[in-house]
């Protein structure tokens, strides 16, 4: 039972059903009083002129002196006829002048005239019951009340109690106790059925909780694809949808967890083959020169130094490209864009490859727009973008292939796009040449001599300008990779890349 009401089902049932019965009480209360307050409205409204019709029966003895056994006489018969009615007569000030009861059931002998005069004023806004002194209890009660003329030329009142004390017990056995037993006999029914009603439905509303706990406690356990139906807009519709949201939200970054996890795996792998073949090399040169110091021919020795060297360069631009990229991963360089004539970088760039080119007998052709606008950018990192491709383009192509370099504008857009006749590259690579170590060639052969990593710079640095690469590649034919850099306005404000 103690379980049941530490649920939310057991605290929301027992608050509704103490509100429940406190609300049936406070009904009970109005009713009987209301109940009330209509019979004596109704018993004054009735016998509104009584006193006043009475009073003509008194005047004549209160002619010269108060005839005292006269009035009670009266008074008595009265009272007789209708046992329901006590009858006082009082003076001006409330005080009581004459009365047909035993004086030891008065117990006061003086009431308060302000109602009287309220009552007797006939003003059509005062409204019924008014509720008087009662000579015989303390408690208030409805009365009819007339003026009447004293013998000492003062004013009185006729005033008549119209719940006397009998028929206060018989009012207050029947009525009381039947009204009572009614409303009562109401509210068990509304407590019983509003109960089961109210059971049900809040058994209903927070069946929803418990699904939705135990969707949660599912997704605790490691269920990530739990999730929890939504069948309403309702506050708890709306938890559920928020709840729904939270869990793709964990769910997708656990898959990158996962992703990212298994790239750092491939990525060390990749590092430390990259570094541990040319490694390997080098000191196999090394102990070669040192065991054969003296028998080594000077050719030999350079051709083995050579070697060395060019271990060396590579491992030098493979931990340089790392150092760059994790930096560019860590967002530590980030752009400082600025303008710049796109067409003198790029001059300078084919310039410096030209001899690798010609080492190849490649033909490098630049073909440039004239009147080229200066364009935004970070000029170093386009400066890598542009090396990078350039390097690619000559180190994919065959001995005396052909690579087009042309720059165009369009609208508000230079466009520069490197065509080269390589090998180009299969289809069903394309998508991944962006991916850090990814090769095409996996075995990694010497012959280009890449680390996998100068496109996955590239895109890193378009990707920080908001700049998208194209590539359209044709296996056998050659490949071309383009991409726009925004013309520079000086008036215009320049949004920073
Ligand atoms: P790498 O250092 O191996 O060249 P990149 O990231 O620069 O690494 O390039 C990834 C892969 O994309 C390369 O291994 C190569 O197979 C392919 N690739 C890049 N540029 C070209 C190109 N111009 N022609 C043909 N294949 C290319």
Same mark, same amino acid.
């Given at each position: ?47 509104? $002129? ?24 009266l008074i008595h018969e ?7 009615? &006590? ?61 009447? !003329? ?6 009185? $009142? ?18 009381g106790s039947y009204i ?59 938890? !559920? ?71 060396v360069i590579n491992l ?27 067409? &003198? ?50 180190? $994919? ?101």
């Amino acid at each position: 039972m103690r379980e049941f009401f530490r649920t939310l089902y057991g605290k929301i049932s027992l608050i509704f059903f103490l509100l429940l019965f406190l609300l049936g009480t406070a009904q009970i209360i109005i009713s009987v009083q209301s109940s009330m307050n209509f019979v004596c409205e109704t018993d004054q409204t009735l016998n509104r $002129y009584l006193a006043k019709n009475l009073a003509t029966k008194f005047q004549p003895l209160l002619k010269d002196s108060l005839n005292r056994a006269g009035i009670d006489h009266l008074i008595h018969e009265l009272m007789i006829f209708n046992p329901r009615i &006590e009858i006082y007569l009082i003076d001006k000030q409330g005080e009581l002048l004459a009365y047909f009861a035993d004086p030891y059931k008065i117990k006061n002998s003086h009431i308060d005239t302000a109602p009287v005069v309220r009552f007797v004023s006939n003003d059509p806004d005062v409204r019924f019951p008014i509720m008087g002194d009662d000579p015989r209890s303390d408690r208030k009660k409805v009365f009819s009340a007339a003026p009447i !003329s004293l013998p000492d030329g003062q004013e009185g $009142y006729i005033y008549i109690i119209l719940g006397s004390e009998l028929y206060d017990t018989a009012i207050n056995g029947i009525g009381g106790s039947y009204i009572l037993s009614t409303t009562a006999f109401t509210l068990v029914l509304v407590l019983v059925f509003a109960g089961i009603l109210g059971s049900i439905l809040f058994f209903n509303l927070t069946r929803r909780l418990r699904r939705m706990t135990l969707a949660v406690s599912d997704f605790d356990k490691g269920d990530y694809r739990r999730r929890i139906q939504v069948q309403s807009e309702d506050e708890l519709g709306q938890l !559920s949808a928020a709840f729904n949201h939270m869990a793709d939200t964990v769910e997708t970054s656990i898959e990158e967890m996962k992703k990212n996890d298994a790239l750092r795996r491939e990525l060390i792998a990749n590092i430390s083959h990259d570094l541990r073949s040319p490694l390997a090399s080098i000191q196999g040169y090394l102990e070669t020169i040192q065991m054969k110091e003296d028998t080594i021919a000077p050719e030999q020795r350079k051709a083995f130094l050579s070697t060395i060297l060019n271990g060396v360069i590579n491992l030098n631009k493979l931990v340089h490209e790392l150092f760059e990229l994790s930096k560019l991963d860590a967002l530590q360089t980030k752009p400082r864009p600025e303008p710049f004539s796109i067409a &003198e970088l790029l001059q300078d760039v084919v310039l410096k490859f030209q001899p690798q080119a010609e080492s190849k007998r490649i033909n490098l052709i630049t073909k440039i727009e004239r009147n080229l606008p200066f364009v935004i950018g970070d000029i170093g990192m386009i400066d890598r973008v542009l090396s990078n491709l350039i390097d690619n383009a000559i180190r $994919y192509t065959p001995d005396e292939g052909r690579i087009l370099v042309l720059l165009s504008r369009k609208k508000d857009e230079v466009w520069l796009c490197i065509e080269d006749s390589g090998e180009g590259i299969p289809r069903e690579d394309l998508p991944h040449i962006f991916d850090r170590f990814y090769r095409v060639e996996k075995s990694r052969s010497k012959h280009s001599g890449g680390s996998g990593l100068g496109l996955a710079i590239v895109k890193k640095i378009l990707d920080a300008h908001e700049i998208k690469i194209d590539v359209q590649s044709e296996h056998g034919r050659g490949t071309r990779f383009s991409f726009a850099l925004r013309v520079y306005h000086p008036k215009r404000q320049q949004t920073p890349a």
